[in-house]
């Protein structure tokens, strides 16, 4: 198939929506809609592109990984966006999740520890015309208190246990997701902040590099 054909690049993303998100109940149409828009394979290397809408996360350098499109939509949908939302995201990556984020709420805030991935990122999202994402490079564990509080906070790294400082920057009535367990397997929960404290779900199991941090893990 050809890469630089934009009609077999709708098809292979309508393949992604069908077989794997649909398939496994995403419901949220503007999630849906967002995945169908936004150009996966330009968020990996060119030796990648052929892989890029496949059932299944890919690296991105610095020993990490873009997560496979089920559990982005699945992330996604538990935030429960409505478009006027300020929200953060700890582990920018390769920025295809923040896109994801940028078509859904108002504003995006989202931090990245390792610098190199940052400036790909930037590019890759300057390009695509994204103009209501921050990005800064630091330890997200410590959350970005200067624009507290949000209305929705993700975590796309795993961490031992609900990292304090993004539970308290959450507003009342605001949804985190976040990966928490061991190092290899963890269980993605869902807080909500309520008046009377958090509430947590369990979404079930999933597996993330880690987060590494003041309030994660160290190293
Ligand atoms: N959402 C990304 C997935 C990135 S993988 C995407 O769509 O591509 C997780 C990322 O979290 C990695 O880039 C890793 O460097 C970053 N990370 C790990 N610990 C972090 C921390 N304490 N603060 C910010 N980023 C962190």
């Known amino acids: 198939m050809k890469w630089s054909d934009p009609a077999s690049l709708e098809h292979e993303r309508e393949k992604m929506l069908e077989n794997q998100l649909i398939s496994r109940g995403i419901k949220d149409q ?12 330009l968020f990996v290397e060119e030796a990648l592109h052929h892989q890029a809408y496949g059932d299944h996360p890919l ?45 859904l709420a108002d504003m ?45 906070i993700i975590v796309t790294a795993a961490s031992p246990e609900v990292p304090r400082p993004l539970q308290e920057q959450l ?3 605001g949804l985190m997701v976040v990966p928490v367990g061991g190092r290899y397997s963890q269980d993605l929960i869902k807080v909500e902040r309520t008046e009377k404290g958090f509430v947590q779900q369990n979404l079930g199991g999933c597996r993330f590099v880690s987060l590494i941090g003041q309030h994660g893990w160290q190293e």
């Not at 503007?30 to 394979?41: D, F, G, M, Q, Y």
């Not at 350098?61 to 935030?79: D, F, H, N, R």
Request: hydrophobic content about 35%.
């Open 59 to 103: 690296p991105i350098g610095e020993k990490q990984t873009i997560s496979q499109p089920y559990i982005v939509a699945l992330m996604t949908e538990a935030l429960e966006l409505k478009g006027s939302e300020k929200v953060l995201e700890i582990g920018t990556g390769s920025g295809y999740q923040t896109a994801i984020l940028a078509e």
């Open 171 to 173: 507003i009342v009535g």
């Open 108 to 152: 995006v805030y989202s931090i990245e520890r390792i610098p190199p991935l940052v400036y790909k990122a930037r590019k890759t999202l300057d390009e695509l015309g994204y103009f209501n994402i921050n990005i800064r490079i630091g330890d997200g564990t410590k959350g970005w208190e200067e624009e507290s509080p949000f209305d929705a």
């Open 30 to 41: 503007r999630v849906l809609n967002a995945l169908r828009k936004i150009p996966r394979h």
